[in-house]
């Protein structure tokens, strides 16, 4: 099967500045996932979806972050303006009948 | 909410060594544990998963093993290869419902040839 898809896979801005990431789960895969994976560090979970719900989002700073699932197939996460503690790996996850499959992820570098 | 604690950070050994990963958990209610390989630039990928109903689970050299009392879980490569080396991640969750896994912070395996 095709795995998820990210773009794009490296971006770097400067501070303030805003940014978009978008993911496209597995086909037929309804529970998607973001992580935010700074460096040295496990993914930690920024939003879950399922399909075009929000189940959780206790973790999302919601005053710069925002992300949607509009149609429960493709999502975008967007950062607006970013900070340099930013600077981490945006993964995006999905989750078939057993666990999670990753996308490549987003190499975000904030200057 | 639950935490999951892994050891060590960073682990060095020779090839054909074997390698042990340690997890802890703390909700009691985790029932289902991942773990994840990630290579350097790369995206985690799953390795081997156990349950809660089962002790222990082996997949050629690697197996995992889970004390539900005690409350941990470990990783165990046995006959090391120096493509083994890349960054482990243990992770612990409730199966089933909005199924959110808690991960530990990695450690990193490296294996000299």
């Known amino acids: 099967e095709a795995g998820v898809a990210q773009s794009p896979r490296y971006k770097i801005i400067e501070k303030r500045q805003s940014v978009a990431f978008w993911c496209n789960p597995i086909?037929?895969?309804?529970?998607l996932y973001w992580y935010q994976q700074i460096l040295g560090q496990g993914p930690k979970l920024l939003i879950q979806?399922?399909?075009?719900?929000?189940?959780?989002d206790s973790q999302l700073p919601k005053d710069r972050f925002s992300a949607e699932r509009l149609k429960g197939v493709d999502s975008t996460l967007k950062i607006q303006p970013a900070k340099l503690e930013d600077s981490a790996v945006y993964l995006c996850a999905t989750k078939g009948e057993a666990a999670q499959y990753f996308g490549p992820g987003t190499r975000l570098l904030v200057l | 909410g639950e935490n999951v604690e892994q050891h060590p950070s960073t682990l060095s050994v020779q090839e054909g060594d074997s390698a042990v990963i340690k997890c802890t958990y703390s909700d009691s209610a985790s029932n289902y544990f991942p773990w994840y390989k990630q290579e350097l630039g790369k995206r985690p990928q799953l390795i081997i998963d156990?349950?809660?109903?089962?002790g222990e689970k082996k997949d050629q050299r690697i197996a995992v093993t889970l004390n539900k009392t005690a409350k941990h879980f470990s990783l165990h490569i046995t006959e090391t290869q120096p493509e083994d080396s890349a960054v482990y991640f243990c992770a612990a969750s409730r199966s089933g419902g909005s199924y959110i896994p808690t991960f530990g912070r990695g450690t990193s395996l490296i294996v000299h040839p």
């Open positions: 979806f399922q399909n075009n719900g929000v189940v959780d």
């Open positions: 086909s037929g895969h309804a529970t």
């Open positions: 156990i349950r809660s109903n089962v």
